[in-house]
Every structure is written in structure tokens, then in C-alpha cells.
């Protein structure tokens, strides 16, 4: 296994789970996906809308890297989110649009890299302007680990509404060999 074909089974998942969720959570109403459930980013749509957030500023980031990744020239014209808390979409419509869209960004994204650009440092500014330079390979290791992370909490939140994801592990994805 190659590291990139762990990163493009990564994407897969990401925007196979993406989409499970959004076919899980659309019979919700406005109302019940606003509601705050008391989880970090409050809501269902407000930890959806976190990590559509929280994808947005680290591919614009990786658009940054000298590569000039023709893949990302979407997010290139994006607006930075102000905070990771920002409500781009308060419709469920709108942000499964938005997230289908950033969810194919990033497969294309990861059919571009090679080890080369995996092994290479990225020199970026977090929200508060401070400056890193981290491994490439690593930063992009955070953005699924991220999303996993947070769709973890909204898979919490619709059990307790008793909505099940099903099976979401990441094996279900792994190719056979």
C-alpha cells in the first residue's frame, strides 16, 4: 500500500460517510438539525457545517503549496471561513451541495499527490496568524482524521434521536485483495 492510495481510500470514505449521513438526516427538519443537542458545535448542521468549515481552510491551505494543484483551483476562490464556527449552510440542501462539491475536490485533490509532494514541508498561518511548517503528508493525515472525528459526534447525536448510520467503518471501504 502506497500512501496514496491510503489517502485516496480515506477520500472515498470521507465522501462515502458524507453522503450516508446527509440520506440518513433528510427526513429531519429544519428545526431538529438546528437544534442545540449540547454537543461542541452545538447542532447537527453545526457540526456539519464545522467540518465542511474546518475542509475548506486546510485545502485552501494545501492550495497554497507550491505544487499549484489544478484540483483546487475551486477552493481557491472560495472565502477563507471567518471561525471554525461559521454557518455556511443553515438548509440541509445547501450544504449537501456544497459538501458533494468539496467531497469530489478532494478525491481529485489526492488523485494529484505522489510521494514527493507527500514527503514535502507546507508553510501555513493558522486563524490566528501564527506561521507552521509541518509535513505535508501529516497535515493532510489531520483533514480525514478531523471529519472522522467530528462525524463520530454526529453519529452520537442521531443515535440519540434514534437514527442509525449502520455499519461506518473505514474496512467497509478497503478494497479486497
Not at 475548506?56 to 491551505?61: H, P
Not at 475551486?74 to 459538501?99: A, C, D, G, I
Request: charged share 20%.
Amino acid at each position: 500500500m502506497s500512501l496514496k492510495s491510503n489517502f485516496e481510500l480515506l477520500a472515498d470514505y470521507n465522501q462515502w460517510m458524507n453522503q450516508n449521513i446527509c440520506l440518513a438526516i433528510s427526513n429531519l427538519s429544519t428545526d431538529e438539525l438546528a437544534k442545540d443537542r449540547g454537543a461542541f458545535f452545538g447542532s447537527i448542521i453545526g457540526t456539519l457545517n464545522h467540518i465542511l468549515v474546518g475542509d475548506i481552510i486546510w485545502l485552501k491551505r494545501f492550495a497554497e503549496h507550491p505544487s499549484d494543484f489544478k484540483s483546487l483551483d475551486y477552493v481557491r476562490s472560495l472565502e477563507t471561513p471567518q471561525s471554525l464556527n461559521t454557518m455556511l449552510h443553515h438548509e440541509l440542501m445547501s450544504l449537501e451541495l456544497t459538501r458533494s462539491k468539496i467531497d469530489s475536490v478532494i478525491k481529485e485533490f489526492v488523485s494529484e499527490l505522489c510521494d514527493q509532494t507527500l514527503s514535502s514541508n507546507l508553510t501555513y498561518k493558522n486563524s490566528q496568524g501564527q506561521v507552521f511548517s509541518k509535513n505535508f503528508g501529516y497535515l493532510l493525515q489531520h483533514l480525514f482524521n478531523d471529519q472522522t472525528h467530528h462525524r463520530g459526534q454526529v453519529s452520537t447525536l442521531l443515535n440519540q434521536l434514534g437514527i442509525d448510520l449502520g455499519v461506518t467503518d473505514l474496512v467497509v471501504r478497503t478494497p479486497d485483495e
